[in-house]
C-alpha cells in the first residue's frame, strides 16, 4: 500500500494480495485520523459481506472467493474504546455482472484498490445501542 496526504484527503492506492480493512486501519493509525470518511473502487479476489438482522440484533455474512468487481465502497472512519473503528460497506460484482452488496468486512485486493479518505476536522465516537443491537455515532 502506498498513500499521499494533501490537506484533509488522503489517496490511497491498496495492492494486490493486501486486506483493505487493515489498510485502512494502518492508514488512520499513522495519520491519527479520528473521524473519516471513505471511497474506493477496485478489483478484489475474497471478499466478506453481510447484513444486519435488525430483529436479531445480529450481524449475518458470508465469504466470496473468486474474480469481483468492487463497484463502490464506502463508509466511516471513528472511534471507540480509543481504538479506530471502520463502518464500511461496498457492493461487488462476479463475472456474470451480478450484484452483491452490504456490510464489508474483509477484502482482499487482486489488482488494485484506489481509495480517497476525507479527513474530518473534529472527533466523533461510538456507543453500543441496546435498541438496535449496534455500536453507533456518539456526539
Do not use: P, W
Amino acid at each position: 500500500m502506498e498513500y499521499r496526504r494533501f490537506g484533509d484527503k488522503i489517496v490511497a492506492r491498496i495492492d494486490r494480495g493486501e486486506e483493505i480493512m487493515s489498510e485502512i486501519k494502518t492508514i488512520a493509525q499513522k495519520e491519527s485520523i479520528a473521524t473519516a470518511s471513505v471511497n474506493a473502487l477496485g478489483a478484489l479476489s475474497e471478499v466478506t459481506i453481510g447484513y444486519i438482522n435488525v430483529y436479531e440484533k445480529q450481524y449475518h455474512s458470508k465469504d466470496y472467493s473468486g474474480i469481483y468487481e468492487m463497484a463502490g465502497l464506502h463508509g466511516t472512519i471513528s472511534s471507540m474504546d480509543g481504538e479506530v473503528y471502520l463502518h464500511i460497506h461496498c457492493t461487488v460484482s462476479d463475472e456474470q455482472n451480478n450484484a452483491l452488496g452490504g456490510h464489508m468486512t474483509r477484502a482482499v485486493v487482486s489488482a488494485t484498490c484506489e481509495m480517497v479518505i476525507d479527513v474530518i476536522d473534529g472527533v466523533v465516537g461510538r456507543k453500543f445501542n441496546d435498541d438496535v443491537g449496534l455500536n453507533l455515532f456518539d456526539f
